[in-house]
């Protein structure tokens, strides 16, 4: 008997003998089906011919089949990063990502925030520091009914919505290294103010010092903001002073690169006479010469897992159990540091 009309979802599961929803998951790729399974599911597709309506799936979701992503950070990079986490987890699914960039200073931040989460009926949201520092955020998306997940570089929400970097600990380790390596004049190129991840990271900083018992000077800090032209009038006021540092941790690699070229403005030979050590380990550490020791910051992993996290109920129960909440950085030794040169 010749059947009448498209294909649904129903007619895929009740031939498949599997549910609605284990045949949503097959759809959009879900990890969490066996091989068996989604080959069953996926020839009776192909012999119906079944093709899924999105637009009929966004309307019974009451949401459209997309993830957005929420910005206000100078380091292009970053972002990149994170996008690239969002993608490879959303690869091969239904859904998109939208990415929209906020003025943190604004006084209409949360009225446009709230317009644009309303407008585009997102499936969930990934907010980047420094907006994802704001509770009032948080609030909003809860709110409008919207899942969110939120970064930063320490836990700021429940599991479900937070992905954190170990930021100061890493950077206690990267300047125990220095220290071990005989520097006690260590300069540091700090972050904006009113970022998490810049105070976390000169806590660990300030910490590696106090422990050691080495007094940090005010002058041998010098305020950046992850941009390579703030890093590198942070880096000429240090490199001014008399006498100078021997070593430079910069908050991030733009501003370490920044250093290095400084210092060579100067003739200054890296890591001879300045080690340097930056944070992110993006694509210039390894480019430059010498290339960075730096800290690798598992940003495309972050972002991948809190995607995942939003997709956690599209996917089914349990997925976001699986999917960790807090990220270790690790510090990655290359060429730009050494032992100071003896006095």
Not at 73 to 94: C, F, S, Y
Not at 130 to 143: R, T, W
Not at 270 to 297: K, N
Request: glycine share 6%; charged share 20%.
């Amino acid at each position: 008997m010749q059947r009448q009309g498209k294909p649904t979802i129903n007619d895929v599961a009740r031939l498949a003998g599997v549910s609605k929803k284990t045949v949503s998951r097959v759809i959009n790729r879900s990890p969490l089906l066996n091989a068996d399974t989604r080959a069953k599911v996926e020839a009776v597709i192909a012999d119906l011919g079944y093709v899924p309506n999105v637009q009929a799936r966004a309307l019974a979701l009451r949401r459209n089949f997309l993830l957005g992503l929420i910005h206000d950070n100078p380091n292009a990079q970053m972002v990149m990063n994170v996008q690239a986490g969002i993608l490879e987890a959303i690869r091969d699914t239904e859904f998109e990502l939208i990415v929209r960039p906020v003025d943190r200073g604004s006084s209409t931040m949360l009225a446009d925030v709230r317009n644009f989460l309303e407008r585009q009926r997102l499936y969930g949201v990934l907010i980047l520091p420094p907006v994802s520092e704001n509770e009032m955020i948080a609030q909003l998306c809860q709110e409008v009914g919207c899942r969110y997940v939120r970064m930063g570089s320490t836990a700021l929400d429940t599991p479900e919505h937070t992905v954190a970097s170990n930021d100061c600990d890493v950077v206690v380790q990267a300047v125990n290294h220095l220290i071990a390596l005989g520097h006690r004049r260590i300069g540091l190129i700090a972050g904006p103010h009113g970022f998490r991840s810049a105070r976390e990271r000169r806590k660990g900083f300030e910490q590696a010092l106090a422990e050691a018992g080495i007094r940090l000077p005010r002058s041998l800090i010098a305020d950046g903001n992850y941009t390579f032209e703030s890093g590198l009038a942070a880096a000429d006021r240090l490199l001014d002073l008399s006498p100078r540092p021997t070593a430079i941790f910069a908050s991030n690699d733009e501003m370490a690169a920044a250093t290095l070229h400084a210092a060579r403005r100067r003739g200054m030979t890296v890591p001879d006479d300045l080690s340097i050590i930056g944070f992110d380990d993006t694509a210039i550490a390894s480019h430059i010469w010498p290339p960075l020791t730096t800290v690798h910051w598992p940003i495309i992993s972050m972002g991948r897992s809190a995607a995942l996290k939003l997709l956690a109920d599209f996917f089914g129960d349990g997925h976001a159990v699986e999917e960790p909440s807090l990220f270790h950085s690790t510090l990655i030794h290359r060429a730009s540091v050494a032992a100071p040169r003896a006095e």
